[in-house]
Nanobody, 123 residues
Framework: QVQLVESGGGLVQAGGSLRLSCAAS????????MGWIRQAPGKEREFVAA????????YYADSVKGRFTISRDNAKNTVYLQMNSLKPEDTAVYYC????????????????WGQGTQVTVSS
């Protein structure tokens, strides 16, 4: 089984930066890829970013393009999300997830989630 543990969340002022980390164990990197989703109170889950293992392609939600960067450190079995120019609307619980199937969207095909880390951006 795959285990994902997020860290790096916290409280930051608008315009600031945070880097989220996702430590992976098990067969995480045998999946099709990994990414990040977020959920704010009262809102639906939202795709944030993802990386496809085979192609190396990266994907971002329009709302975070140019501000967030997803990356992977194979030696540390860790996926990162560098978050710059943070906005209050970025406030949410951020989850790391592994894509376990194909045929749908990244969000629908994520089959394994971490426990989440809270990101709060103050205005």
């Amino acid at each position: 089984q795959v285990q994902l543990v997020e860290s790096g969340g916290g409280l930051v002022q608008a315009g600031g930066s945070l880097r989220l980390s996702c430590a992976a164990s098990g067969r995480t990197f045998s999946s099709y890829g990994m990414g990040w989703i977020r959920q704010a109170p009262g809102k639906e889950r939202e795709f944030v970013a993802a990386i496809n293992w085979s192609s190396g392609n990266k994907y971002y939600a329009d709302s975070v393009k140019g501000r967030f960067t997803i990356s992977r450190d194979n030696a540390k079995n860790t996926v990162y999300l560098q978050m710059n120019s943070l906005k209050p609307e970025d406030t949410a619980v951020y989850y790391c997830a592994a894509r376990t199937k194909t045929g749908g969207s990244w969000l629908s095909d994520f089959g394994s989630w971490g426990q989440g880390t809270q990101v709060t951006v103050s205005s």
